[in-house]
């Protein structure tokens, strides 16, 4: 024996023997690899042919030999294939007939179930019969996988590829016959999917594009909510506070979890109440819906719409709208006659809301003038509240500014956009795009407040040894680093020791579970650790931070892209083709008045500030690109623009970056890094 057939690794191979023990053998490939094999590999010892001219002939013959006709001779019992060959050929066979019927059985494991060294058992009829079915129906897919991925690089999107086009480029199974087409079609084409997919007209709509993309990831299930029993709300058991309160957000807001209210004090001081609606109350820790606020992490905006944390029936439940007196968490600070706290008490009351007054209704008549003059005199409701809630506002930040070493920058733009037609046909839906500079009265007021507040809860729980989700900010420039965390820790930023988001707890999960735990210092005082829902060390407690800010980010990355998107409609819909712009840095340009910064030719040399008027190409809604170039230039760097362009100059270096301009969550109050007026 010179040479020998062996199964090595489910496949057969030949080699030439270079020695034997009893129970292996040593051969050597035609390759020149030699390798060890087991006595019990060997399948097929013989002298002649040589290893590569057997296995030639045998696969030459492999086709040609009929499975069926095997079947048919194959024993019901277990045979040798040398067994079956003899039937097969006739007579005695040779070498290679037997290699070659081996070779057959070995790759029919359909019809012939591989047993001990060379041995078989064929099939029963049943089996064999489901598994030919079973290779038609994949030779039949294969057929309409290749006719279909044809037809896509033909582009003509067929009707299986149209039905699943948003899982197949976002969220893909890759075994399925879909996939399969899809990706067979990038081979021959040379092209991306998406580029496929749209020269195939299978992308009708941009804007059900970019929602389903974000749904996919983030609402597989769909944005309903479970059919669960409203918890129960016990609010006649709660004092109700001797306060008129009054709100101040956008008309669009219908999460209103913030009032204020204000009376002066025999003594020259004043008596300043923040109330927070108290959804804690109900939702208690890991019951049916603060689970379901867990699984969300937050509310969604995107202009026009959002995909709220809570239920609609939840939320109305505890809003703080006009006229009502919904359970709530108030904090009251005593200023005395120069406007310094000189004490704080929180209580878990109903508040009576007396009015919800709306930025966009009272913007424009409510100025730093307005509010120095006399209060009887100007035309809008709470003039004398708001004028003293401004004198407050204005000495909060003076002194976190103090504290900060600087002043904020109180110039900046943000913007409100208006979508009309949405929910009917949300490709022709109108958008307009309203500026609103930062820092107006209203907006100082209700930021400072809510910092106060948050501030000074975080304090308070940090005193009771109470956990909490605290927000921090330390470093300078590109060392500046925001954090979330369970521990107290200063705010660089704001200006103050600690920072715990607890004032939007309708809206925020970690202002939920905040609220829970200063519902608790309230009604427990000292004790309140022993009854808090959260415990120090807690280890839910660092898993809410972790999925919050995963999830925060994710929801504040899909709500610029959409408002990118509409920025984008709103040029083509005002027929937009040239506006002038400031340069930025690295080849980006600010468009004035709007909340778009992007890439254009020719101001990569340009020097920072300069003035251009840029050209728009044809927008790509899909990709959310928009070609642009320098045309004109119309300044040195650091000259003014005109005053009706002068916002385009109003952001900082920290929305550069955000080609949709600045963030907007509908937080209705700049807390800290650059809020903006509800969609």
């Not at 097929?44 to 002939?57: I, V």
């Not at 290779?135 to 006719?147: D, F, G, W």
């Not at 990118?564 to 600010?590: K, M, N």
Request: with cysteine; aromatic share 8%; net charge negative.
């Amino acid at each position: 024996m010179n040479y020998v057939l062996f199964e090595d690794s489910g496949k057969l191979a030949a080699a030439r023997v270079l020695s034997r023990a009893d129970a292996s053998m040593q051969v050597e490939m035609a390759s020149g690899k030699r390798m060890k094999i087991k006595a019990q590999q060997a399948l097929l010892p013989f002298d002649a042919p040589t290893p590569d001219d057997l296995l030639q002939w045998a696969q030459e013959q492999h086709d040609d030999i009929d499975l069926d006709l095997l079947w048919e001779f194959a024993p019901d019992e277990e045979f040798g294939f040398a067994e079956v060959a003899a039937d097969y050929y006739g007579g005695t066979p040779d070498t290679r007939q037997q290699a070659a019927v081996l070779l057959r059985l070995h790759g029919a494991p359909h019809y012939f179930q591989r047993r001990a060294k060379g041995r078989f058992r064929k099939a029963s009829r049943e089996t064999v019969q489901a598994a030919l079915a079973g290779i038609a129906r994949r030779l039949e897919q294969q057929r309409q996988i290749e006719a279909d991925a044809a037809a896509l690089c033909a582009g003509n999107c067929p009707p299986a590829l149209c039905v699943r086009l948003y899982s197949l480029l976002f969220k893909p199974d890759k075994n399925s016959v879909e996939y399969k087409t899809l990706a067979l079609a990038v081979k021959q084409s040379g092209q991306g999917a998406l580029h496929l997919l749209r020269a195939a007209g299978a992308i009708a709509s941009p804007w059900h594009f970019h929602m389903q993309r974000f749904l996919l990831e983030y609402f597989p299930k769909g944005t309903d909510f479970p059919a669960l029993p409203l918890p129960e709300i016990d609010a006649d058991t709660l004092p109700l506070a001797e306060v008129e309160a009054f709100s101040i957000d956008d008309s669009a807001t219908t999460e209103i979890d913030d009032a204020l209210s204000v009376r002066r004090l025999d003594d020259g001081g004043l008596r300043l109440g923040v109330h927070i609606a108290a959804p804690a109350l109900a939702l208690a820790r890991d019951s049916a819906w603060d689970q379901v606020a867990r699984a969300r992490m937050s509310t969604v905006y995107m202009p026009g719409d959002k995909i709220t944390m809570l239920p609609d029936a939840l939320v109305d439940a505890f809003t703080l709208a006009e006229g009502s007196a919904r359970p709530a968490l108030s904090i009251y600070f005593t200023f005395d006659a120069a406007l310094e706290v000189v004490a704080h008490e929180t209580r878990v009351e109903r508040v009576p809301i007396a009015a919800n007054l709306r930025h966009d209704l009272l913007d424009a008549l409510i100025s730093v003038e307005s509010l120095q003059a006399e209060p009887a005199s100007q035309p809008y409701p709470y003039a004398a509240e708001l004028a003293l809630l401004w004198r407050v506002a204005h000495k909060l930040k003076s002194g976190r500014e103090q504290v900060r070493g600087r002043p904020e920058r109180s110039d900046g733009v943000d913007y409100t956009f208006r979508v009309q037609g949405l929910e009917q046909d949300a490709d022709n839906a109108r958008v307009d795009i309203v500026p609103r500079r930062r820092g107006a009265p209203l907006d100082l007021i209700v930021a400072e407040l809510m910092i106060l507040a948050n501030a000074t809860w975080g304090g308070w729980l940090a005193e009771l040894g109470l956990p909490a989700i605290y927000r921090s900010q330390s470093g300078f420039g590109a060392n500046l680093r925001t954090r979330m965390g369970t521990r107290p820790a200063p705010h660089q930023g704001l200006g103050v020791a600690q920072y715990a988001w607890c004032t939007s707890p309708l809206r925020r999960y970690t202002d939920l579970l905040n609220q829970a735990q200063i519902i608790a210092a309230a009604r427990h005082g000292r004790t309140a650790p022993l009854a808090a829902p959260y415990k120090p060390k807690d280890a839910q407690l660092y898993a809410v931070v972790g999925a919050f800010e995963d999830a925060y980010a994710a929801y504040a990355t899909f709500q610029r892209g959409m408002e990118r998107y509409w920025t984008l409609r709103y040029l083509t819909q005002e027929g937009i083709e040239q506006r002038d712009a400031s340069v930025l840095r690295e080849g980006l340009v600010r468009v004035d008045g709007l909340p778009l910064v992007l890439p254009a030719l020719g101001a990569a040399d340009l020097p920072r500030g300069a003035r251009v008027r840029v050209q728009f190409g044809v927008a790509d809604l899909v990709t959310l690109e928009l070609p642009c170039r320098v045309i004109e230039h119309l300044g040195a760097a650091g000259a003014a623009p005109p005053p009706a362009q002068a916002e385009a100059e109003a952001g900082g270096d920290d929305d550069d970056a955000a080609l949709a301009g600045g963030l907007q969550l509908e937080v209705d109050r700049p807390e800290e890094e650059a809020p903006a007026a509800a969609p």
